[in-house]
């Protein structure tokens, strides 16, 4: 099992560009989650998606869209890019049904010049 | 919401010796108290966690307090090894929820050969 698998690892946009950042889990579970990562700062969730079909903001929403496109995958999508979303970007899964743990992708070190 | 500080944001500690790092937070409905590690390049790991209804909890060379009266916790590594190196996570939230929980700003630990 490859867990949680975030595509791409490193990625540099201009101001204003769009991408979007995949992520997709093998282990069958229910929620799945976007966090952001700065330095001294932690984890700040942006958005959730609880089960296939919903998808809930979390802290730090603005300037995001999410897809929960099946129950093994969970993209976020940046608009138009600003710096401040300069980030490490961290997709995660969990299954509450077992347990709280969160599983974390390797994260997308994100630079927007 | 819910406030989670985190002491001290780095720490170097000489292989063999222990490791403590601190964690208080706000909010007295928080029942759930995990730790993650988080090594280079690679996404957090959960390695313990405790829930309000127990004051102590070991795994191995680790072990985790909790002080709910006061609204601090704590991570105890023990006989540390250059592996421990990493940054470590404190985290406060309800029992169930993930999308709830709120992360500290983090330690990264240093270990001394």
């Known amino acids: 099992n490859a867990g949680v698998t975030q595509t791409p690892k490193f990625q540099v946009l201009k101001t204003g560009q769009s991408m979007t950042l995949q992520c997709a889990q093998d282990?069958?579970?229910?929620?799945m989650y976007w966090y952001r990562q700065d330095p001294g700062m932690g984890l700040r969730l942006i958005y959730y998606?609880?089960?296939?079909?919903?998808?809930d903001k979390g802290e730090v929403p603005n300037g995001y869209n999410v897809s929960r496109l099946n129950k093994r995958e969970f993209s976020l999508r940046l608009e138009s890019a600003a710096p401040s979303q300069t980030s490490v970007y961290f997709c995660?899964?969990?299954?509450?049904?077992?347990?709280?743990?969160?599983?974390f992708g390797s994260g997308t070190q994100l630079s927007v010049l | 919401g819910e406030n989670v500080e985190q002491h001290p944001s780095t720490l170097s500690v000489q292989e063999g010796d222990s490791a403590v790092i601190k964690c208080t937070y706000s909010d007295s409905a928080s029942n759930y108290f995990p730790w993650y590690k988080q090594e280079l390049g690679k996404g957090p790991q959960l390695i313990i966690d405790i829930r309000s209804n127990v004051g102590e909890k070991k795994d191995q060379r680790i072990a985790v307090t909790l002080n709910k009266t006061a609204k601090h916790f704590s991570l105890h590594i023990t006989e540390t090894q250059p592996e421990d190196s990493a940054v470590y996570f404190c985290a406060a939230g309800p029992n169930f929820g993930n999308e709830k929980l709120t992360f500290g700003t983090g330690t990264r630990l240093t270990i001394i050969p």
């Open positions: 998606s609880a089960s296939e079909g919903t998808t």
């Open positions: 282990m069958n579970h229910n929620s």
């Open positions: 995660a899964s969990s299954d509450l049904r077992t347990g709280t743990e969160l599983f």
